[in-house]
């Protein structure tokens, strides 16, 4: 009998683990607040709509994607690929290509893994910045206004408002071109131990011209964080 009934409690707690984890899916990680020529699992992304963990983003030419996730912001500009994770209450913008960017402090649960490291505000101040990928352990990091954090391997350098810096990735193996962006920018395989972040201060241009009209937007709008 106790054998009987420990196989009923063993099934009835398989059962909630699987509702759990059903639930937790089907809860909205964050909210589109912006959307040109934008996509979400391959569909025109709407103003308003939900997007959730395992989603795939992307912006055609002359596109961006804007995401409210609690108090902070996620974005995407122009011919970018992304993907969202959660892992537990953070929420990740997995970087494939071209350019992402964040509106936070270090109080909200959001972040940009890049093909070099992880991108973050570096403390409870405002932080507004972005990141483009240049190759498979290269990334140009703008901020324009706070301080941003980039980690790799317990590696951190941070990078200041109104600077902009080239970012390379040395030593270990490179990945092959187009390879996705290891998830909490941790590199992987023989040699990774060595890798060391290399930051060359560069001019803000470029894609930083779209960068900065959204962080327009974002700090002029009354309901922006």
Same mark, same amino acid.
């Not at 590199?187 to 011209?209: K, M």
């Given at each position: 009998?106790?054998?009987?009934?420990?196989?009923?409690?063993?099934?009835?707690?398989?059962?909630?683990?699987?509702?759990?984890?059903?639930?937790?899916?089907?809860?909205?990680?964050?909210?589109?607040?912006?959307?040109?020529?934008?996509?979400?699992?391959?569909?025109?992304?709407?103003?308003?709509?939900?997007?959730?963990?395992?989603?795939?983003?992307?912006?055609?030419?002359?596109?961006?994607?804007?995401?409210?996730?609690?108090?902070?912001?996620?974005?995407?500009?122009?011919?970018?690929?992304?993907?969202?994770?959660?892992?537990?209450?953070?929420?990740?913008?997995?970087?494939?290509?071209?350019?992402?960017?964040?509106?936070?402090?270090?109080?909200?649960?959001?972040?940009?893994?890049?093909?070099?490291?992880?991108?973050?505000?570096?403390?409870?101040?405002?932080?507004?910045?972005?990141?483009?990928?240049?190759?498979?352990?290269?990334?140009?990091?703008?901020?324009?206004?706070?301080?941003?954090?980039?980690?790799?391997?317990?590696? $951190?350098? @941070?990078?200041?408002?109104?600077?902009?810096? +080239?970012?390379? %990735?040395?030593?270990?193996?490179?990945?092959? *071109? !187009? /390879?996705?962006?290891?998830?909490?920018? $941790?590199? @992987?395989?023989?040699?990774?131990?060595?890798? +060391?972040?290399? %930051?060359?201060?560069?001019?803000?241009?470029? *894609? !930083? /011209?779209?960068?900065?009209?959204?962080?327009?937007?974002?700090?002029?709008?009354?309901?922006?964080?």
């Amino acid at each position: 009998m106790a054998s009987v009934l420990r196989k009923i409690c063993f099934a009835g707690g398989v059962a909630l683990v699987g509702v759990a984890i059903t639930i937790a899916a089907d809860i909205p990680t964050g909210v589109i607040s912006d959307a040109v020529r934008a996509h979400v699992d391959g569909t025109d992304a709407t103003l308003g709509a939900n997007v959730y963990a395992g989603d795939a983003l992307s912006t055609n030419s002359g596109g961006s994607l804007r995401l409210r996730i609690g108090a902070g912001q996620l974005f995407l500009l122009a011919s970018s690929d992304a993907s969202i994770t959660q892992d537990h209450a953070r929420v990740d913008m997995l970087m494939k290509n071209g350019t992402a960017g964040l509106s936070a402090t270090i109080d909200d649960p959001l972040e940009i893994d890049t093909p070099v490291g992880t991108l973050r505000p570096a403390d409870t101040k405002h932080a507004f910045g972005q990141v483009s990928v240049v190759g498979s352990r290269q990334v140009i990091v703008t901020s324009y206004e706070g301080t941003l954090s980039l980690t790799h391997n317990g590696e $951190e350098r @941070t990078i200041e408002a109104g600077k902009s810096y +080239r970012v390379t %990735l040395s030593g270990g193996p490179a990945a092959p *071109a !187009g /390879a996705p962006a290891p998830q909490g920018g $941790e590199g @992987t395989g023989v040699g990774s131990n060595t890798r +060391r972040l290399i %930051l060359d201060a560069i001019a803000v241009g470029g *894609a !930083g /011209a779209g960068g900065y009209l959204i962080w327009r937007a974002v700090t002029e709008s009354p309901s922006a964080p």
